[in-house]
């Protein structure tokens, strides 16, 4: 069954066990979670209450306040910012680019840029074009200041990381795992490259067909603590030891593209191996405390510290902006070159078409994968980090654009906001490349 961009978070949908179909998801105005009262009091009412232990912090519309407090909810460790200034983002708002039209690409009737923000469920966005703020808009429970959790928007920022090991000599592409992880030897990682491991084409056994309860995203997620752990559970007890059970998939066909969280775990483990670092503190020292990012961010780990590479990053919208600026700039940011010139055009040039085709993203027709990052290969060279619920960072280096978008759309999948989101996008880089 061909499915679109699932992450390993969104297990936690399914958690729920709801025995039949849910009733139709209330609109974004009246799943609104401050106007629904959720966490407000001293204590919050009970029915008011938004808990990890009973899984109602990843129901809807309980989501809409999670999201915006998940390092509340799930253990994290912090990135440091540094004693640095802020770097400014100078403002040039054109609040007229609410009313800017396009058509979705599922030929629904036309929508406005404002109409496309809020139908999707969309908390925060930020839209910077030649590093200028011209759009910015918070909803419900966020605020300037708030962290979100992005989602599969941090294998964007892992995968930046590892290919900025391999440019520096301390990553090679062509080795294999277990070179630099012997405790992979005998799973399916064995014999994988760490270049297949940063795109995704490892062939192993790993399902994320959240209906089967009997894939290996269930046990993945209990392991790293992302779902609540039976009585007497006796799996394995963190990401890494999850990644030992994996074994390769003999119906896999070579090289083929195949989207597994599980990957980006694995990448996290060769990044730590390989600089004796966590995840956490290369992404404060690489970028946080050089690019004058306005708070400290924070990232899900689970019971043994491991960081949660693929989907665990807290941060605020605008810092999102910021790394994203970062790479429509070649890499410099704040007056210096924070990554080289190289490993962005690594990114941006994209993997295999055909590869990627063959793995039926009906959304996203022409486009390809490469260092966790999914590129267009449009006429604009647009790219962009995509995470479950609507999480996005998406950057068009032809109209010098820049959009950073969080959101809690009640389904998981891209391919439900696709049809709207991405021809949004497009339409307002359009809007602003005339500019």
Known sequence: MKRTIPAAIAALIASTALAQAPAPAPDPAASDPVALGWMQGSPPAPDKT???ADGS????PQTRWSFAHWNQLIPSSDIWRGEGRVSVLPRAERNEMGGIKFQPANGGPTMTWEQALAANYTDAVVVLHRGRIVYEKYHGAMSPQTRHIAMSVTKSFVGTLGEVLVAEGKLDPTAKVAQYIPELKDSGYGEVTVRQVMDMTTGVKFSENYGDQNAEIWTYSRAGGLLPRPAG???PQSFYDFARTVQKDPAAVAGAFRYQTVNTDVLG????RVTNKTVGELLSERFWTRMGMERDAMIAVDASGNEFAGGGLILTTRDMARFGEMMRKDGRFNGQAIIPKAVVDTIRKGGDKEVFARAGYATLPGWSYRDMWWVSNDDHGAYAARGVH?????????????IARFASAPQAANAVTDPVMLPAYRAVADYLIRR
Do not use: E, M, S
């Not at 912090?57 to 809807?60: L, N, T, V």
């Not at 483990?269 to 730590?272: A, G, H, M, P, S």
């Not at 609507?390 to 820049?402: E, F, M, N, R, S």
């Open 50 to 52: 938004v808990r990890w």
């Open 390 to 402: 609507g999480q996005a960072l998406y950057i068009d280096p032809k109209a010098q654009v820049v």
């Open 57 to 60: 912090f990843f129901k809807f």
């Open 233 to 235: 559970y006796t799996g």
């Open 269 to 272: 483990w060769l990044i730590r």
